[in-house]
C-alpha cells in the first residue's frame, strides 16, 4: 500500500483498513510462531502498512487541531 493510496482514504476506511490490517498481523503472527508461515516479507510489509495509516491520521488530528 502506497501512502499516497492512504491519504486518498476517508477516516472511516482508514480506521476499518487499520482493523483488518490488525487482524492479519496477529495471524500472521501466529502462523510465525508455528512455523507454517511461508511469505516471512508480509509481516514487515503489514507492519509498515499499520505504520503508515498511523502517520496519516496522526497528521490529520494535527491539521485539525492547528486550524481550531
Same mark, same amino acid.
Do not use: C, W, Y
Given at each position: +500500500?502506497? !501512502?499516497?493510496?492512504?491519504?486518498? +482514504?476517508?477516516?472511516?476506511? %482508514?480506521?476499518? #483498513? $487499520? $482493523?483488518? $490490517?490488525?487482524? =492479519?498481523?496477529?495471524? %500472521? *503472527?501466529?502462523? @510465525? !510462531?508455528? @512455523?507454517? %508461515? #511461508?511469505?516471512?516479507?508480509? +509481516?514487515?510489509?503489514?507492519? *509498515? ?13 494535527? #491539521? =485539525?487541531?492547528?486550524?481550531?
Amino acid at each position: +500500500m502506497k !501512502a499516497s493510496d492512504v491519504r486518498d +482514504m476517508t477516516p472511516d476506511q %482508514l480506521q476499518d #483498513e $487499520l $482493523l483488518k $490490517l490488525k487482524k =492479519t498481523q496477529f495471524n %500472521l *503472527r501466529f502462523q @510465525g !510462531a508455528s @512455523g507454517q %508461515l #511461508e511469505k516471512v516479507h508480509q +509481516m514487515r510489509q503489514v507492519r *509498515r502498512d499499520i505504520a503508515r495509516i498511523k502517520t496519516i491520521q496522526r497528521q490529520r488530528s494535527a #491539521e =485539525t487541531a492547528s486550524k481550531s
